[in-house]
């Protein structure tokens, strides 16, 4: 098993004119897991791994690899593996000419090189120039580079961008096998589906701050079960969850005016079994959990809030109804 190597982000401020991209952002990527670094467009994600990498300067803040600034790195290739752009290609170049360039700074032979696009599934197209390559054939070549230097840590930007879902099966097994090998994964996306499977923590911004971060299986302890109701009589509704108090999830005021709501704390058996006893016809009574996707953009801002355990708004919801 070889040593850990953790990411440490801490402070990390960019701002670019009138945009805060990266807002007072710390997290940490462990070893030997799949961080999914989770947002959507323009939430700063690119220009955080940008600081990772040393390429950025953060404003304020630091980012650590093993302990060491990027720039600080001795042999940086062997250390740390990066994809930020799958369109970074000399279109003249065929693949292994590509590889072949990056090679001695990694300090990999053609062996390697072969061995690389054998991995990646481009052996076939080995002889082929970059300038004709699909986004999803670049990306696995961008991953081939990457890996030259067998390094500790491998930091990808929205690697399945372009991929199909072979290819999307290939890479999560590749991650998950390169995670448990004690290496560090930080992994970018800005949909939560593509890689749900193959992450074990996630990280989430929105509008350059950190939403939430936790191992994947707690996002969904965000989301609270809700139960929808539908009655023709809106004021026998209302009277209803009055008297029982029952929080109503917003959007769907109990003020008498509607027909439907949703209802959270409680179960459609308790709900059915009241209404029964008022005498109130319902049209609906339905049970609902909300799934990963909907914590997701919740978080991010992008769906109706979802209720939470949590009793403080994310920054992403504080702006909406
Ligand atoms: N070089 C730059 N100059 C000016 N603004 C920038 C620059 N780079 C990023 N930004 C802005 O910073 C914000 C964060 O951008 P960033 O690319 O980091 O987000 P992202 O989460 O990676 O988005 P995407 O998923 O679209 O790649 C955006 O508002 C973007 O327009």
Redesign the pocket.
Known sequence: MTPGTPITVRGLTRR??Q?L??DDLSFDVAPGRVTGFL??????????LRMILGLARPDAGTATIGGRAYVDIPQPTREVGAVLEASSFHPGRTAIQHLLLFAPAAGATRARCDELLALVGLTDAAERRVGGFSLGMRQRLGLATALLGDPQVLIL??PTNGLDPGGIAWLRSFLRGFAADGRTVLV?S?VLSEVQQSVDDVVV?AH?RMVHASPLSELAALATPAVHVTSPDASGLARLVATHGWAVAPGAPADGSRTSVALLGTTTGVVGAAAHAANLELHELRGETPGLEDVFLSLVGEAPPLQRHAAEPTTAQEGRA
């Open positions: 670019f004119g945009v991209a990266v947002g959507p467009n323009g939430a700063g994600k690119t220009t955080t930007d929205e970018s800005h911004l350059g």
